[in-house]
Every structure is written in C-alpha cells, then in structure tokens.
C-alpha cells in the first residue's frame, strides 16, 4: 500500500522545468544568416516602383522624330515628294540623292509597284504616334525629379518599350530584306557610299531603340519583381 501511494503521488507532482539548452556557436551563426539573407532579401526589393527615362533616351527622341516624321511624309507623299513632283522642293530636296543610294526610295522601286516602303512608312506612324504619347505621359506627370508613378507611368513605359521593340523591329527586317533580295537596291553603291550613306544612318536605328529596349525594360522587371514582392507578402 505504501509503495502504491508513493506511485500515485509521484504521477501528480508537476515535473520540474528542464532548463533551455544554451545556443552554441554553430546554432547562433545559423540564425544570423537566417536573419541576413531575409533581410538581404527584403532590401533587395524595390519598395516604390517608378520609371525615370534616360537623358540618352530623351536625347534620341528628340532627334529621331523630327527625321522620322520628314521620312514618313516623303514615303507616303509619293510621287509628289519625289524628284519633280510639286512637293519635293524645298523640303524633301535631299532625297534626290539617297533615292540613288537607296533604290527602294528612288523611282524604281515605286515604278515596279513595291509597296514595302510605304508599308513601312505607314508603321512609321504608329511608332511616332506612340513615342509621342509616351513623351506626353512622361512630361504630364513627372514629378519633381522627372520619375513618373503609378498607373500613367506604367502606360507611358508601355508605350515607349513597346514602339522601341516596334522600331528595332522594323529596322532589321528593312536590313534582311536588302539581304535576301541580293541587295538589289542598295548593291550599287560604292564602299563609302555604302556605309556613310546606308550603314552609318540606318545603323542608328538599330543600336538606339536596342538601348531603350534594355533600358525600359529593366524598369519593367523592377514592376514586376515589386509586385510579386507584394503577393508573397
């Protein structure tokens, strides 16, 4: 009976607290880099997304353009703006010459029916349309450091990266057309002609709208990785 009531009493007593184990070295130094890499990740994050356009981009549009919006009118004004048409002088003027540097804006190319260059032209519309909206998202609602935010910045981004890829698009089926029809319009020319008057000034329409892809683009992924950054959170 004794050793019974012992048992008893010895199920019901509270057992005492076991003491915490201290952390050793190796387990602290697991949770400081548990501690880091969230906090690396966290900092990591945009905590605001906005998009400020490059002075190279602004730049460039500044230039391109005005030149664009001179090439559209002449393609599309054809045969007016070409050489004795009515329109031609004074504004198209130059393109006397680069019509015989570049066939498919000369007399040929329009007297055989090839409607590639006004197919052309005719995106060159919308891509200017569209840059243009971009510029006039951007300047209405910029803020004091020039970033645009929020739903008018990520239209206006959307815009200017979608008419770069259009631009650069354009640009090299313009370059593989002349390839895979043997160079026929601009086969001619001599080697300086060639690349002063052809590759130099067509060239610019590859490597600055390659820019503003990248650039633009960069700020898209910033959106998208903010946005995720939200949903997990």
Same mark, same amino acid.
């Not at 979608?162 to 020319?189: C, P, Q, R």
């Not at 300086?192 to 992924?221: C, E, K, Q, R």
């Given at each position: 009976? @004794?050793?019974?009531?012992?048992?008893?009493?010895?199920?019901?007593?509270?057992?005492?607290?076991?003491?915490?184990?201290?952390?050793?070295?190796?387990?602290?130094?697991?949770?400081?880099?548990?501690?880091?890499? =969230?906090?690396?990740? =966290?900092? %990591?994050?945009?905590?605001?997304?906005?998009?400020?356009?490059?002075?190279?981009?602004?730049?460039?549009?500044? =230039?391109?353009?005005?030149? @664009?919006?001179?090439?559209?009118?002449?393609?599309?004004?054809?045969?007016?703006?070409?050489?004795?048409?009515? &329109?031609?002088?004074?504004?198209? $003027?130059?393109?006397?010459?680069?019509?015989? =540097?570049?066939?498919?804006?000369?007399?040929?190319?329009?007297? %055989?029916?090839?409607?590639?260059?006004?197919?052309?032209?005719?995106?060159?519309?919308?891509?200017?349309?569209?840059?243009?909206?971009?510029?006039? &998202?951007?300047?209405?609602?910029?803020?004091?450091?020039?970033?645009?935010?929020?739903?008018?910045?990520?239209?206006?981004?959307?815009?200017?990266?979608?008419?770069?890829?259009?631009?650069?698009?354009? $640009?090299?089926?313009?370059?593989?057309?002349?390839?895979?029809?043997?160079?026929?319009?601009?086969?001619?020319?001599?080697?300086?002609? &060639?690349?002063?008057?052809?590759?130099?000034?067509?060239?610019?329409?590859? @490597?600055?709208?390659?820019?503003?892809?990248?650039?633009?683009?960069?700020?898209? &992924?910033?959106?998208?990785?903010?946005?995720?950054?939200?949903?997990?959170?």
């Amino acid at each position: 009976m @004794v050793s019974t009531r012992s048992s008893s009493v010895a199920l019901n007593s509270t057992p005492e607290t076991l003491p915490t184990p201290a952390k050793t070295p190796r387990s602290r130094k697991a949770a400081s880099r548990t501690t880091s890499s =969230v906090s690396a990740s =966290v900092s %990591a994050a945009p905590s605001a997304w906005s998009h400020t356009p490059t002075a190279l981009t602004l730049l460039w549009l500044a =230039v391109s353009l005005p030149l @664009v919006t001179w090439d559209t009118g002449y393609v599309l004004g054809r045969p007016l703006t070409m050489e004795g048409g009515s &329109l031609h002088w004074p504004i198209w $003027t130059p393109y006397k010459l680069y019509g015989e =540097v570049d066939h498919i804006y000369g007399w040929k190319a329009f007297n %055989a029916g090839n409607g590639f260059t006004s197919a052309q032209g005719t995106l060159n519309v919308i891509e200017t349309v569209m840059y243009i909206a971009y510029v006039y &998202l951007w300047n209405k609602n910029k803020a004091a450091d020039g970033s645009v935010r929020g739903r008018e910045g990520g239209l206006a981004l959307l815009l200017g990266w979608g008419a770069a890829l259009m631009t650069l698009s354009k $640009t090299v089926l313009y370059w593989l057309n002349e390839y895979y029809a043997g160079f026929d319009n601009i086969g001619h020319n001599s080697l300086v002609n &060639l690349i002063f008057l052809w590759i130099i000034p067509n060239g610019a329409w590859l @490597v600055f709208p390659t820019y503003m892809i990248f650039s633009m683009g960069s700020d898209i &992924l910033d959106a998208f990785t903010l946005a995720s950054h939200d949903k997990s959170e």
